[in-house]
């Protein structure tokens, strides 16, 4: 089936330097991804879409200058935190939509997360 | 706007027993549903959706869940708890207003006991 890495799968850095969060899709084109961050024992909550080719659209609260996001190619998308903080700790997961199989159904497809913990 | 309301935090059955996960949701437009699961430290795994075909959707390992458009729900269902069934489990919608975007609920952990 269709996949969706994140990478790395885990990163602790020190407060203030920036940390990038690499996105791919393995074995389809991904015309739109999209951003989540989950804190302990909450739901996903939705921080931006990106379609390939332009700027991404921020959800309301979510600093676009913080978090950077750049969808390069239908199969990569990066998301850079900015001066992390430690409340910037949190459980980053990234999905990307797109058409597994000629004459498929979109589908979105889910990362299996990065953990960033800022100290 | 689009918004899903998961009902119980937390939901605990004995093994062998029915599981009922709770799911309502609110959209301006036909929505599409989902039920994805999440182990601890692991990313989301699709169980079921419904995609405006049949009103009862089944998914994988046994879970199932009906749309149904008048109580605005989408309840989620197994005929019998596993002990590997513990893991917690979030309802999401998605819709297409220029633009597809999916909304997840609050999630519902669920224990199963021996």
């Known amino acids: 089936g269709a996949v969706v890495s994140q990478h790395p799968s885990r990163v602790i850095c020190k407060s203030g330097t920036s940390v990038k969060i690499e996105c791919r899709s393995l074995?389809?084109?991904?015309?739109?991804m999209f951003w989540y961050r989950q804190f302990p024992k909450k739901s996903l909550m939705l921080m931006a879409t990106?379609?390939?080719?332009?700027?991404?659209?921020?959800e309301q609260g979510v600093e676009k200058d913080k978090f950077l996001i750049n969808h390069a190619s239908l199969t990569l998308s990066t998301l850079t935190v900015t001066s992390a903080h430690p409340e910037d700790s949190s459980f980053y997961i990234c999905?990307?939509?797109?058409?597994?199989?000629?004459?498929?159904?979109?589908?979105?497809?889910f990362g299996p997360g990065t953990r960033l913990t800022v100290l | 706007a689009q918004s899903v309301t998961q009902l119980g935090s937390h939901v605990s059955v004995s093994e062998g027993a029915l599981v009922l996960l709770r799911c309502n949701y609110s959209?301006?437009?036909?929505?599409?549903l989902f039920w994805y699961v999440q182990y601890p430290n692991q990313g989301l795994q699709l169980l079921l959706k419904?995609?405006?075909?049949?009103?009862l959707v089944k998914g994988i390992n046994g879970f199932e869940a009906e749309f149904k458009k008048s109580e605005t729900s989408f309840h989620l269902t197994k005929p019998s708890a596993h002990m590997s069934d513990a893991a917690e489990y979030f309802c999401a919608v998605s819709v297409n207003t220029g633009g597809f975007k999916t909304i997840f609920g609050a999630g519902t952990r669920l224990f199963v006991k021996a």
């Open positions: 419904y995609t405006s075909a049949a009103t």
């Open positions: 959209s301006s437009v036909p929505p599409y």
């Open positions: 999905s990307a939509r797109g058409v597994v199989s000629s004459g498929g159904a979109y589908t979105q497809y």
């Open positions: 990106s379609n390939e080719g332009s700027k991404a659209t921020y």
């Open positions: 074995d389809f084109q991904a015309t739109t």
